[in-house]
Structure formats: structure tokens, C-alpha cells
């Protein structure tokens, strides 16, 4: 009889330990891409993530953020606590200093708890899908989510909203499952609705990129009251996630204002909304993606076979529940591809890909619910099937990503800095370098903390500041710098000084067009580069350009 028990109890354990696997592959795989990228201030590398650290700091410090365009005020606040936490003893101003001096390990640390959190609520949701559904194909559709594509473990190695997002996206699934099962949705209709309210503005506080999903629970709202309270609950969470940022919110509106009316990134082009040239060309590139295609496909057939066999009402019935999730999640989909073709970029679709894993579980589901045990074993052939394809294509794009992440690591690295010590070593966008990192993401803060830095970086690390901002554009935190010149943490400076007291001067930065059109006002034309007089350009690497007047880069020795 205890060899029967000790034998049910590990029988019960099984699925656990199954449903454990992807989430720790999840784990360990973000882990690998962050140690194959490198440090967190080579140039591929450092933006958003040095942002978001600094205005950290500023709420640490109970300051406002500076950098509100997402908004983003939950990842900045997430990562102040977490910094406060770790620091337990410390006064403000001793984390502060030590954070300041060690920025890559509070990035670390930030980062491997939000991963963490992220593998966490994977393996919660197999665990309820698993309860649910009494399977273990269904939970693996879940699970696979942030796998459906490299764009989700790429960005989940930064600090930035991206990562959080498919935390709020998963919350999102995860509620979505508890809603699925039998009779709780009909019993619970207000504290589904109030958790549906919360996710969101937790969702759209994080990055209003989120806005679009806002719609997934809308089918199962059929009272007005539900409506009302969905949008106050909204409303609420919102404010709520974004206190901190309460000072600034006549800037965030002004930004999403100017962010809604122009045509091209950043608020800029004609006032037209959209391009309309270009938008239709945009939405078909997003919306052909196999990731977003390919279970929308499996979706309109699903729809198709059931609106015809069950008089053409499918919101009735044992299926109802799930057609309503089913469909509000690929108009979630549809709507977040329409908002991205006006800025069209991958990483916008993250919560939107992560979405798909919950439209293909449904589909099985309602198939597995409704055929006969013949045909179920071939649907399960046809799941199983597809989840080891999806492994398989996943895990070589993984590894070719990794792969090109490492490169562009070595890559930055060939070029050393410290063999330029005695140098002005003059930094511009992008460059990889400890001190360019932390005079951006203090420019991103505010430049709040340029006073400690001064005592920080090396007195013979500079800023050459070349952006060219548009008034028109949104980068607010940028216009306070559109001004090109050479600067410190204490604000521009004299090039001359630059000249008499170092013996020689050292660019590096990935912007060259920048950097040739407005250096000239800073060195007479016989002492800049392109005259190929003073400066030798041995040290180009890849993706960045060092210029030199000093020697030729080791690198180059070889």
C-alpha cells in the first residue's frame, strides 16, 4: 500500500516537473544571450537600458523620471526598488554612489529579477492550464510563447519595458486561462473584470504599445456595468503605475499628443497620422510574419467550421467562453498591427507574438473538445508535431542569435580604450564605453546626478554630442542637448583646452555622418580626419569608427 502511494505521488509529479522544464530553458536561455552580448555599455547595448537605470535613480532619490516616453514609470520603479531592496542599511545617498560606480551590477541584478518574475508566471500558467485542461499540450502552447520568437529573448536581456511587458502580457494569458474554466467567469464577473482593468493599466503604463490588447476581454463583458468598470479599473491602474511620473505628466500628453499626429517616428512628418503612402505596405509586412499568420489562419478556419455547423452562433454553447477569448485576442492582434505600421519595428510586436501561443492553445482546445477519439489522436500527432517544430526552428534561430550577439561583443571589444589613457578620449552615438554610457543615461535622467559623475568618470572622457532633433520630434530629453559640441559632465566646454592639455585626442562612436558634418566646427580642417594629415583611421572596427591621433590600434596588428 506505501509503494502504491510513493508511486501516485510521483505519477502526480510528473506533469510538474514537465511543466517546469520551458520555463527554466527560459531562464538559462535570456541568461545565455546576456552573457554572449556582453556588458550592458557597448554600443549595441547601452540604450534603453542606461535610461531606465538612471531615472531608477531618480525615483530613488524622489525625483521625477525624465524619461517618460513609454511611459515606462513601472519598469523605473521596479527597478528602484530593487536596487533599495538590495541595498538594506544604505542610505539614499550611499546606494546611490555605489550604484553610480557600479552601474553594470545593479543592471544585473534588476535584470535577473524581472527574468526571474518572467519564469515564474510561465510555470504558473502550465500548472493552471494543466489543472484546466487536463493535458499537457495545451499548457506546452503556453509555454512556448516567449519562445515564438527571437525579437522576445533578445530584448528580455535589457532593462527596458519590453521585458516587463511579457510579464503583463502573460498575466494577461494567465488570467485569461482562469476565465476558461467551467462556470468561474459567470460567478466572478467583477473581480474578473477589475483584474482584466488592472493588467491593463499596469500594461499601458509600462508601454502604451500595450493599448491594442486592451480589447481581448471585451466579448465578455455583456453587461454595461462590466464596460464601465473595465475602462474606471483602466483608468485607475493607470494613474496608479504612473504616480511617481506625476509631476511630468504635461510633458508624457504633450508627447503622445505629437506622437499620435505625426506621420514618421518620433512625432515627425506631416501631421497626417499616418503615411498613407507607406502605412498598407507596412501592415502587410507585420502581418505577414508566419508568428502572426500562421495562427490567425488556424483561427478564421476554426471560426469557419463552427459558424456553419452550429447555426451560425458560435458565442453559444459549451464554446462560448472560449470563442470570446479566442476572438478578442486576434483582434488584440489585428489592432496592435495597425498601431505598429505607423512606427513599424519588431520589438513593438512582442506582446502580440507572445499572443499567438494563446490562440493556438484555444483553437486546439476547441477542436479537441468537439471530434471523436480517432480524429483526436491525429490532432494530438498534428500539436505534437508542431510544438517540435516550433523547438526545433526556435532553438537554431536562438542559437544564430547568440551567435551574432557574441560577434558584436568581440567585435566592441577589439577596440580597447584604456590604450588610449593619456588621450582626450572624445565619445559620440553609439560608442562603447563605460563613461559615454553613464553621460547618456544621466542625460536620459535629467542630469541628475551629473555632479557625482564628475568625481566618476575620467577627466580625459568627453561627450561630443551630434544628435540633430527636430522641435517637431517628441525626444524632449534630447533638445536639452541638440546643440552639437564637446561636453563633460559639468556642461560644454572649450576644444581648445582639449588641444593644449593632451597629448593627443581619440574618437569613437557608430555615428559618422554626424560625426564628419560637426567636427569641422570644432578643429581647424588641417586637423581633422578627413584630411588624413593628423588622424590615422586604423581602429574602424565593424559597426564603430575610432579615430586617432595617437597610434595605430593594437587590433590592427594582427
Known amino acids: 500500500m506505501i509503494k502504491e502511494m510513493s508511486d501516485k505521488k510521483l505519477i502526480l509529479n510528473w506533469p510538474n516537473l514537465y511543466l517546469l522544464v520551458f520555463p527554466v530553458i527560459f531562464f538559462f536561455t535570456i541568461f545565455w544571450l546576456r552573457e554572449a552580448s556582453g556588458p550592458y555599455w557597448l554600443h549595441f547595448n547601452l540604450d534603453p537600458t542606461y535610461s531606465y537605470f538612471f531615472n531608477s535613480l531618480n525615483l530613488l532619490n524622489g525625483m521625477a523620471p525624465s524619461h517618460i516616453d513609454h511611459p515606462g514609470t513601472p519598469v523605473q520603479f521596479l527597478g528602484a526598488l530593487i536596487i533599495k531592496i538590495a541595498s538594506l542599511g544604505s542610505d539614499v545617498d550611499q546606494i546611490t554612489d555605489t550604484a553610480l560606480r557600479d552601474p553594470e551590477k545593479y543592471i544585473q541584478l534588476i535584470s535577473n529579477v524581472i527574468i526571474f518574475l518572467n519564469s515564474l508566471i510561465l510555470f504558473i500558467i502550465g500548472i493552471v492550464a494543466h489543472k484546466i485542461f487536463g493535458n499537457l499540450i495545451s499548457p506546452t502552447f503556453l509555454q512556448l510563447s516567449p519562445f515564438l520568437s527571437t525579437l522576445i529573448l533578445r530584448h528580455g536581456t535589457h532593462f527596458k519595458p519590453e521585458i516587463v511587458l511579457v510579464f503583463a502580457t502573460l498575466a494577461l494569458i494567465l488570467l485569461s486561462l482562469y476565465a476558461l474554466k467551467p462556470g468561474l467567469f459567470d460567478k466572478n464577473q467583477k473581480k474578473f473584470v477589475f483584474c482584466y482593468g488592472l493588467i491593463a493599466g499596469f500594461g499601458v503604463a509600462t508601454k502604451i504599445i500595450f493599448i491594442p490588447l486592451l480589447v481581448l476581454p471585451i466579448l465578455l463583458f455583456i453587461k454595461k456595468s462590466n464596460f464601465f468598470l473595465y475602462a474606471l479599473t483602466i483608468i485607475f491602474s493607470f494613474l496608479f503605475f504612473t504616480l511617481p511620473m506625476i509631476e511630468v505628466y504635461d510633458r508624457f500628453f504633450q508627447f503622445v499628443e505629437r506622437l499620435f499626429w505625426g506621420s514618421e517616428s518620433y512625432g515627425a512628418g506631416a501631421k ?46 459549451e464554446n462560448k467562453t472560449f470563442f470570446q477569448i479566442l476572438i478578442g485576442a486576434n483582434c488584440a492582434q489585428l489592432f496592435l498591427i495597425l498601431f505598429v505600421a505607423k512606427n513599424p519595428s519588431g520589438q513593438y510586436l512582442i506582446p502580440g507574438i507572445i499572443l499567438s501561443g494563446l490562440t493556438i492553445m484555444i483553437n486546439f482546445q476547441i477542436w479537441h473538445k468537439t471530434i471523436n477519439q480517432k480524429l483526436k489522436t491525429r490532432l494530438n500527432f498534428f500539436a505534437i508535431s508542431l510544438i517540435t517544430i516550433i523547438i526545433i526552428e526556435q532553438s537554431f534561430s536562438t542559437y544564430k542569435s547568440g551567435k551574432e550577439l557574441r560577434e558584436l561583443h568581440t567585435e566592441a571589444m577589439k577596440i580597447n580604450n584604456e590604450e588610449f589613457s593619456s588621450c582626450a578620449r572624445i565619445y559620440h552615438t553609439w560608442a562603447s564605453s563605460k563613461s559615454f554610457a553613464l553621460y547618456w543615461g544621466d542625460n536620459a535622467g535629467g542630469q541628475s546626478f551629473a555632479s557625482q559623475l564628475s568625481g566618476i568618470i575620467p577627466k580625459n572622457d568627453f561627450w561630443f554630442t551630434i544628435h540633430e532633433v527636430s522641435e517637431k520630434e517628441v525626444r524632449d530629453f534630447l533638445l536639452r542637448i541638440k546643440k552639437p559640441g564637446i561636453r563633460n559632465s559639468e556642461g560644454y566646454i572649450d576644444h581648445s583646452k582639449i588641444e593644449e592639455n593632451y597629448p593627443c585626442i581619440y574618437f569613437r562612436g557608430t555615428d559618422r555622418g554626424q560625426f564628419f558634418k560637426n567636427l569641422p566646427q570644432f578643429f581647424s580642417s588641417e586637423e581633422i580626419m578627413i584630411s588624413e594629415k593628423k588622424f590615422n583611421q586604423t581602429c574602424i572596427g565593424k559597426d564603430e569608427n575610432v579615430f586617432t591621433d595617437f597610434k595605430t590600434c593594437e587590433r590592427n596588428k594582427e
Open 272 to 317: 497626417t497620422i499616418i503615411d498613407y503612402q507607406n502605412y498598407l505596405a507596412y501592415v502587410y509586412q507585420l502581418f505577414m510574419r508566419p508568428v502572426l499568420l500562421i495562427p490567425f489562419i488556424f483561427s478564421l478556419f476554426t471560426f469557419s467550421k463552427f459558424y456553419f455547423s452550429e447555426s451560425k452562433n458560435i458565442l453559444s454553447g
